[in-house]
Structure formats: structure tokens, C-alpha cells
């Protein structure tokens, strides 16, 4: 089915219509190129040195793409028709905008496959096999995600007079929004360690870890606090255990000797 003019979804239809289908979803939209001279080769290339494949978007996500298109092609060619029926949704936009997914969602909830709409289970791109993800941790971990962090996005804007440079007001509006994201990136939000499901992973891994810090997850009630204080050292890992903040964009001023009138 096209969905949103450019993205995809495959109904691959099982045999047994009393299971509960599946979803599998990825998107083969990509983040820009950024800096060319930063690329050891061209992004858009697809070169493979025999170990690594690079190109932009090889983990996020056409990697996935090609992974799932490949395993139902070499599972039909091998087991035939599945005995539950499956969907594989993806979208041209997700860096973007929501067309794709939102039609895909759409699309599907007007579907009378039955069980209240209900899937077995959806398996978005979701993390990568990672190595050395914690101190002392040498074996590869996959990690299933089984929740997904919210975000919002807020603009702050700041409005002043016209001015000239050689008679300033204080503070001009950069200089206020200049504050207000210092402030921003100054305030850490609490730890919310020990209320989601990172307890299960800790609980995963300890037994693979080496002396003190198995002793620590094995202890969570005991040493939690200095976890939480470990855990905040490494950006992924904080992330876990907190809401956290990014100052993204930001605009102002118009001419060197000229105030602004406007930041954000």
C-alpha cells in the first residue's frame, strides 16, 4: 500500500487469522549529510570496506529497512506463507514531519482484522547491539525497548525595542534569552531511578559485570543513590533515568550595530 505518496506498507497475510498480527516499522528518510569533509567516504556512496558499511543513514534507519526486507525475502523463499500475519510499515519522513506514520496509523485502524485492533506486539528501529555499554561489561547486550520517551518542543521568544549599539539598553534580547538558556541547561531534573524499566536491564547485566559495581547492582536498595550519580555521567545513561533538556536552535540580531529586536 503507498501511504503519504512516498511511504510503504506491506501486509504480509498468515495463515492462522485467529493470531494477532505484528508490526515491524522503519523509515529511509535521513538526517542531513552535515560537514562533507568530515566523511571518510562520500555518504551517499554505500561504501563497504568489508567490515563496515558507510553511508548516511546505515543505523538510522536504512539499515533496518534493508534488515527486514532481506529476512522476508529469504523467509518466504524458504518457509513459504507464515502462519500469523504481520504488517511492515515504513515511512519517508520521520526526521521530518509525521505524514507517513499518521497515515500508516490511519490506514491500519480502519482495517477489520479483529482483536479489538490490537497487534501482538510493534517493533520500531529501537537501539543497536551495543559493546562495552557499562564499566566492566565486555559482552555484546541487545537491548529491547519496551517503552518510549515522549518529547515537546518550546520556542522562546524575546521582543525589545530597536536600538543602535553605540547606546545599548542592558540587557538586549540576546543577552536575556542568552540567560534563559543558561538557566535552562543549568536545572537537572530528578532522577527518576528505580520507577521504570531500567531496573529489569540492570538486573540483566549484573551477573556479566566484575567486582565493585556487581556488588552495587546487586545491592540497588543499598547503593541506588550513587548508581543514579554513575549513571549521569554518560549522556545515554543519564537519559534513562531523566527527563532531560537540548537547546537545538537559535536566531537573533540583524547587523552588527544594530540591536536586536528580536531573539529566539
Known amino acids: 500500500h503507498d501511504i503519504a505518496e512516498y511511504s510503504l506498507l506491506y501486509e504480509i497475510r498468515g495463515k492462522n487469522s485467529n493470531l494477532k498480527p505484528f508490526l515491524l516499522s522503519a523509515h529511509f528518510d535521513v538526517v542531513p549529510t552535515g560537514n562533507l569533509s568530515r566523511w571518510k ?25 534493508f534488515t527486514m526486507m532481506e529476512a522476508l525475502k529469504e523467509y518466504l523463499n524458504v518457509h513459504g506463507q507464515p ?27 480502519k482495517q477489520p482484522f479483529g482483536h479489538d485492533g490490537q497487534f501482538e506486539f510493534v517493533l520500531d528501529e529501537g537501539t543497536i547491539i551495543l559493546e562495552e555499554a557499562f564499566p566492566t561489561l565486555h559482552n555484546p547486550i541487545a537491548i529491547i ?86 549513571l549521569a555521567q554518560k549522556p545515554g545513561t543519564n537519559a534513562l533515568q531523566r527527563t532531560t533538556s537540548a537547546v537545538t536552535l537559535i536566531s537573533g540580531g540583524e547587523k552588527e550595530n544594530i540591536l536586536p529586536t528580536s531573539a529566539s
Open 83 to 109: 502462519s500469523r500475519t504481520f504488517y511492515i510499515g515504513l515511512t519517508h519522513d520521520e526526521e521530518v514531519g509525521r505524514a507517513g506514520a499518521m497515515g500508516i496509523a490511519k490506514y491500519l485502524s
Open 41 to 65: 567516504y562520500p555518504p551517499f556512496d554505500g561504501h563497504s570496506d568489508g567490515q563496515f558499511i558507510y553511508a548516511r543513514g546505515t543505523l538510522d534507519d536504512k539499515g533496518s529497512v
Open 145 to 230: 525497548g519496551v517503552a518510549e520517551k515522549g518529547y515537546m518542543t518550546i520556542e522562546y521568544s524575546i521582543s525589545l525595542p530597536p536600538g543602535h549599539s553605540s547606546m545599548p539598553t542592558a540587557p538586549t534580547a540576546i543577552g536575556i534569552l542568552a540567560r534563559a538558556v543558561d538557566k535552562l541547561e543549568s536545572t537537572l531534573q530528578p532522577s527518576q531511578f528505580g520507577r521504570g524499566p531500567e531496573i529489569s536491564l540492570l538486573h540483566s547485566i549484573t551477573p556479566y559485570l566484575k567486582f565493585p559495581l556487581r556488588l552495587a547492582l546487586s545491592n540497588i536498595w543499598l547503593f541506588g543513590y550513587l548508581i543514579q550519580l554513575a
